[in-house]
């Protein structure tokens, strides 16, 4: 399995726009979280899904975050309007029965820089 | 939530044992303990994770007090590639909020 791909690998943007991110599970994989790292707050948890059911979005900061997973290999977070605050690497695990009881396998991040 | 504390960086000699601790003195009894490493530009990935019982793997041992209030990972040979940051998370059962700390920044020197 080629893992959990994401894409776009770099994204820059402009203040304003929107922007949308994009996540390719591990075949089977019943669970997809997402997580936001910076280096002030390190790796924080937006939102994870279950059987493409969103079950907690407590982490996700305000309105203007958004995601949803359409099919069991596809998901998107998107940011509109975009601010320079939202600069960060966002990545996006997968995993099998739930973490707890086994391994979140993470994808190589998307790297959004907002100017 | 049940918290973890890691020392913010260590230094280890290629090719010597590593053990990085970490305490959980508020740990219940329903929590597993994980541990995740993340490379340089790399995500997080898996490197094992127990409930009361020491773990063994292929990359690390995973080493739990008695009363479970702390753990150690014991990487047996470091390696330039073991360099990384170390994340101890605790994990309720059926829980899925994994809450990464800071973790530990693990030096290999040649």
């Known amino acids: 399995d080629a893992g959990v791909i994401q894409s776009p690998r770099h994204e820059v943007t402009e203040m304003g726009q929107e922007v949308t991110l994009r996540c390719k599970p591990i075949?089977?994989?019943?669970?997809l979280f997402w997580y936001r790292q910076t280096m002030m707050r390190g790796l924080e948890l937006l939102i994870y899904?279950?059987?493409?059911?969103?079950?907690?979005d407590s982490g996700m900061p305000e309105d203007r975050f958004s995601a949803k997973m359409p099919n069991a290999s596809f998901s998107t977070l998107k940011i509109q309007p975009s601010e320079p605050r939202d600069s960060a690497v966002y990545f996006c695990a997968s995993s099998l029965v739930g973490a707890n009881t086994g391994e979140l396998f993470f994808g190589e991040g998307s790297r959004l820089t907002v100017l | 939530d049940a918290k973890t504390t890691q020392p913010n960086s260590m230094e280890s000699n290629e090719e010597e044992p590593v053990h990085l601790p970490c305490n959980h003195s508020t740990i219940s009894g329903t929590d597993y303990i994980h541990w995740y490493r993340q490379l340089p530009s790399q995500g997080p990935e898996y490197v094992i994770h127990g409930l009361t019982s020491n773990v063994n793997n292929r990359m690390a041992s995973l080493a739990i007090a008695e009363d479970r209030k702390s753990s150690t990972l014991i990487l047996h040979r470091a390696t330039l590639r073991d360099a990384a940051v170390y994340y101890c998370?605790?994990?309720?059962?059926?829980?899925?909020?994994?809450?990464f700390g800071p973790g530990t920044r693990l030096s290999v020197l040649p």
């Open positions: 899904f279950n059987n493409n059911v969103p079950i907690d």
């Open positions: 075949s089977g994989h019943d669970y």
């Open positions: 998370i605790l994990v309720k059962n059926y829980g899925q909020n994994f809450v």
